[in-house]
């Protein structure tokens, strides 16, 4: 089992930056034996994907919308994922949630290809 729990989220300019978190916690399988990755959901929008890192985190895949202004990184030692977040604009505004347990790669970008989820953390971002 997993369980996730992500922080850092805030009301932010457009233009500033953020660094979201994910701690996991894990019982059975290693923190390195689970892809990781995060989503995103708007009010009133589908949940839609937003970065994966592989397990060693030496590749990364992100969804076009965010390429080039947000990092996805992980700290495989202290079992934490993060999401840094650069250049923010309203549209960014959205739940961010957590999520581990894709077996492949390139990763899948639907919800249902992904077993354990954090709570979510709200990002806002006012223009």
């Known amino acids: 089992q997993v369980r996730l729990v992500e922080s850092g989220g805030g009301l932010v300019q457009a233009g500033a930056s953020l660094r979201l978190s994910c701690a996991a916690t894990?019982?059975?399988?290693?923190?390195?034996?689970?892809?990781m990755g995060w989503f995103r959901q708007a009010p009133g929008k589908e949940r839609e994907f937003v970065a994966a890192?592989?397990?060693?985190?030496?590749?990364?895949y992100y969804a076009d919308s965010v390429q080039g202004r947000f990092t996805i990184s992980r700290d495989n030692a202290k079992n934490t994922m993060y999401l840094q977040m650069n250049s923010l604009k309203p549209e960014d505004t959205a739940v961010y949630y957590c999520?581990?347990?894709?077996?492949?790669?390139?990763?899948?970008?639907?919800?249902?290809?992904?077993?354990?989820w954090g709570q979510g953390t709200q990002v806002t971002v006012s223009s």
């Open positions: 999520t581990a347990g894709s077996r492949v790669w390139p990763p899948v970008v639907r919800p249902g290809g992904y077993a354990f």
């Open positions: 894990l019982s059975g399988r290693p923190f390195h034996s689970y892809l």
């Open positions: 890192i592989s397990w060693g985190g030496s590749r990364t």
